[in-house]
Structures are given as structure tokens and as C-alpha cells.
């Protein structure tokens, strides 16, 4: 069972950055993809970002495009989340997922960690 600790959540004022990093327990193919998500209260989950292994193909939801970088150490078995001129929109609890599929839908993440708050101030 791959495990996924997330780590980096905050409060930031409108404008600021966040880095979020999430650290999975091994690597594996069921660890091929790595996402992030984020809920927000009284939401649905919804998809940030992902990244294949290889680091080449990533892809955004369209509210984070310009703002937000997805990258990952494999070496580490470490994805990260650069999060840049933040908006007070972007306030949710952001979780990190992996999975085998390049798909924005989170039924098809096999593995999650607990989530890590992300506050924006206006």
C-alpha cells in the first residue's frame, strides 16, 4: 500500500506563493501519475494538476494555468505543487494523488494522503 504525506499548506495573503510537496513510501507503477486536488467547503473535489512520471507531460486545470507548477523528484518519489499569485478562490484543503491513468477524474487515483490546508487572505 503506497502511502502519500502531504506537507507545505498555510496562510498566505492574495498574491503570495505556497509550495506543496507530497512524499509517496515507494515507488511503483501504480505510482506512474501523480496528481493534485483540492476541495474547497461545501464542494466537490476537483482536479489541479498532474504529472507523468517522466516529468514531461503535465496538465492543468484551467483557473491555475500561469500560476501553479506541477513537478516531481523521482529520486525522491516527490511531487511538488508551485503555487504562485494566489487568490483567495484558491482557499481549499489540497490533496495529493497516484495512480496509473493520465485523467483529471479522481475515481481513477488509486492512492491519497490526508490533505493539507491552504488558506488565501484577501
Known amino acids: 500500500q503506497v502511502q502519500l504525506v502531504e506537507s507545505g499548506g498555510g496562510l498566505v495573503q492574495a498574491g503570495g506563493s505556497l509550495r506543496l510537496s507530497c512524499a509517496a513510501s515507494?515507488?511503483?507503477?501504480?505510482?506512474?501519475?501523480m496528481g493534485w486536488f483540492r476541495q474547497a467547503p461545501g464542494k466537490d473535489r476537483e482536479f489541479v494538476a498532474r504529472?507523468?512520471?517522466?516529468?514531461?507531460?503535465?496538465y492543468y486545470t484551467d483557473s491555475v494555468k500561469g500560476r501553479f507548477t506541477i513537478s516531481r523528484d523521482n529520486a525522491k518519489n516527490i511531487v511538488y505543487l508551485q503555487m504562485n499569485s494566489l487568490k483567495p478562490e484558491d482557499t481549499a484543503v489540497y490533496y495529493c494523488a497516484a495512480g496509473i491513468g493520465a485523467t483529471t477524474l479522481p475515481q481513477y487515483y488509486e492512492f491519497w494522503g490526508q490533505g493539507t490546508q491552504v488558506t488565501i487572505s484577501s
Open positions: 515507494e515507488r511503483t507503477y501504480r505510482t506512474e501519475v
Open positions: 504529472v507523468t512520471r517522466s516529468g514531461g507531460n503535465t
